[in-house]
């Protein structure tokens, strides 16, 4: 069977990559670009962890054929703070996008595996609902699983990160 | 998991995609959001020659409402899309409640309503509201369409009238008559979010009393396929509306369903709650209506 050639937008640059019609748009952010922060958990769209942005929207990208990524924008976590990941992690001399930065803060972090996830999903939570409630912060967090916080400091971080967002506009 | 393989189909016309599925029939299957079918391929559950998405076919993801056809949701209109939508939440309120209540955030991103329609699950979240307001399914073959009520559209789990070489189109949910209120309830062994262990969708039109002039009722998960709660309606229409009336019709929806007990619910504990949320229904159903 054949490959097809398409571009893919990912974090503003264009790539160009030759993939199976039945390889998930997981699949080809993590094996052939490289880009390891979105995580692959369940497979099967109910953990979150592979959680990305398709023109601002939240997607499971392990649901989603990277063959139908095509002429769309996609954002992960490694787009939120570019400065950060050229500067392989260190995280004292660069910008951090407020929520990582919130997340980091409230403790919202333990393994981490998560955490992409998480924020990617803040990110869309926060771009319709600047002002979130509680209730509306757990509710955007339906489709994100957590094994280790017990979700109160992840709800924590992002109220901190809407108020430091709202505050600074 | 690595997917099964596949030819991927993407036609940008009706035509062409219904000249596929004749082409191919048997193997060949239909990808909308890909948020069922992406997990049955997944799972081995299906293993087709040919996936065709209809995401490129244009026109199909509009929403609009018109005061003589009433709302149509074109089949690529995602969950999220009816969840917020101001022509829905205007005019169809309970169909942005069952959106907003079906699955997760990412997966209403991805999702549509027509997908959750053409699954078939009896436990599908957009079924019960819709066959309460008696939409209509237009489903075309690239050469003629017809309109499928949505009583006649399920025929058991996974099953639909739909001919093989036939898209749903659109859904058309006409206009709802003066002091008409509807409503839409669920259960779930976890949360919102959760797949229904049971869920009602009712509409009901007042007569300027307080009496009910007709009523339908819609219970999922309770079936091969989403049930109509017959005796309940027979029994209220010409009732004045009370906690005695609403409370008898619930009775009688319970006689109605035939569950199965599952990893969600047991059979008994189904038949109770279809009891609970019939009466929950048509409670606030028979309020907004007079409202
Ligand atoms: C994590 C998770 C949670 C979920 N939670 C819920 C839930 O709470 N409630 C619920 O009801 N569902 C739930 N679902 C199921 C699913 O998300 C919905 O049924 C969704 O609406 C399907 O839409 P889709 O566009 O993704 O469909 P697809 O997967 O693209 O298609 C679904 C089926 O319909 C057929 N089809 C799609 N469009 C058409 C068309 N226009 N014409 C003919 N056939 C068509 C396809 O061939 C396929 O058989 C969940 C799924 C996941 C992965
Ligand atoms: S890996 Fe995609 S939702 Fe779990
Ligand atoms: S921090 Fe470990 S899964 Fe959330």
């Known amino acids: 069977m054949k490959k097809e050639l398409i571009t893919l937008n990912v974090n503003g640059d264009d790539h160009e990559i030759a993939v199976f019609p039945w390889q998930t748009l997981n699949e080809v952010l993590r094996d052939e670009l490289h880009?390891?922060?979105?995580?692959?958990?369940?497979?099967?769209?109910?953990?979150?962890?592979?959680?990305?942005?398709?023109?601002?929207?939240?997607?499971?990208?392990?649901?989603?054929?990277?063959?139908?990524?095509?002429?769309?924008?996609?954002t992960t976590i490694e787009g939120l703070a570019p400065e950060a990941v050229a500067a392989a992690g260190d995280l004292e001399s660069c910008e951090l996008d407020p929520i990582q930065e919130s997340f980091i803060n409230k403790g919202a972090i333990q393994c981490g595996f998560c955490s992409p996830g998480m924020i990617m999903s803040s990110k869309f939570l926060l771009s319709h609902t600047p002002k979130p409630t509680e209730a509306e912060i757990r509710a955007g967090l339906s489709g994100n699983l957590c094994r280790c916080t017990g979700y109160n400091k992840i709800v924590d971080a992002i109220a901190d990160a809407a108020e430091k967002i709202n505050d600074a506009q | 998991m690595t997917l099964p393989q596949?030819?991927?189909?993407?036609?940008?016309?009706?035509?062409?995609?219904?000249?596929?599925?004749?082409?191919?029939?048997?193997?060949?299957?239909?990808?909308?959001?890909?948020?069922?079918?992406?997990?049955?391929?997944?799972?081995?559950?299906?293993?087709?020659?040919?996936?065709?998405?209809?995401?490129?076919?244009?026109?199909?993801?509009?929403?609009?409402?018109?005061?003589?056809?009433?709302?149509?949701?074109?089949?690529?209109?995602?969950?999220?899309?009816?969840?917020?939508?101001?022509?829905?939440?205007?005019?169809?309120?309970?169909?942005?409640?069952?959106?907003?209540?079906?699955?997760?955030v990412q997966i209403r991103n991805m999702g549509t309503v027509m997908g959750n329609i053409c699954n078939a699950s009896p436990s599908a979240d957009n079924i019960p509201t819709l066959v309460a307001m008696n939409a209509v399914i237009i489903a075309a073959n690239g050469n003629s369409e017809r309109e499928i009520p949505i009583d006649e559209f399920f025929l058991g789990p996974g099953r639909s009238a739909l001919a093989a070489d036939e898209i749903a189109t659109a859904i058309r949910v006409p206009v709802t008559a003066a002091l008409t209120g509807t409503s839409y309830q669920k259960i779930s062994p976890r949360s919102k979010v959760d797949i229904a262990a049971v869920n009602i969708g009712a509409m009901l039109t007042l007569d300027g009393a307080k009496k009910c002039s007709a009523v339908r009722i819609s219970m999922g998960?309770?079936?091969?396929?989403?049930?109509?709660?017959?005796?309940?309606?027979?029994?209220?229409?010409?009732?004045?509306?009370?906690?005695?009336?609403?409370?008898?019709?619930?009775?009688?929806?319970?006689?109605?369903?035939?569950?199965?007990?599952?990893?969600?619910?047991?059979?008994?504990?189904?038949?109770?709650?279809?009891?609970?949320?019939?009466?929950?229904?048509?409670?606030?159903?028979?309020?907004?209506?007079?409202?």
């Open chain 2, 6 to 104: 596949f030819t991927y189909l993407a036609p940008t016309s009706l035509k062409e995609a219904c000249d596929l599925l004749r082409e191919h029939q048997g193997k060949i299957k239909i990808k909308a959001g890909g948020t069922d079918m992406i997990v049955r391929l997944s799972h081995r559950a299906v293993k087709p020659d040919y996936l065709m998405s209809i995401k490129k076919i244009p026109g199909l993801d509009k929403i609009s409402y018109d005061a003589a056809t009433g709302l149509t949701i074109g089949a690529l209109a995602l969950l999220r899309d009816v969840e917020i939508n101001e022509d829905v939440l205007a005019h169809a309120p309970m169909l942005a409640r069952a959106a907003h209540q079906t699955a997760t």
């Open chain 2, 221 to 291: 998960a309770v079936g091969p396929t989403p049930l109509r709660g017959a005796k309940a309606e027979a029994y209220l229409v010409n009732k004045e509306i009370c906690a005695e009336t609403l409370a008898e019709a619930g009775r009688l929806a319970a006689e109605d369903a035939s569950p199965i007990s599952d990893v969600r619910a047991s059979r008994e504990y189904r038949k109770l709650m279809v009891e609970v949320l019939t009466t929950r229904a048509l409670k606030e159903a028979a309020d907004l209506a007079a409202a």
């Open chain 1, 35 to 74: 880009l390891t922060g979105t995580k692959l958990g369940c497979g099967t769209g109910d953990c979150g962890a592979c959680t990305v942005l398709i023109d601002g929207k939240s997607v499971s990208s392990c649901l989603t054929l990277a063959i139908e990524a095509e002429g769309v924008k996609i």
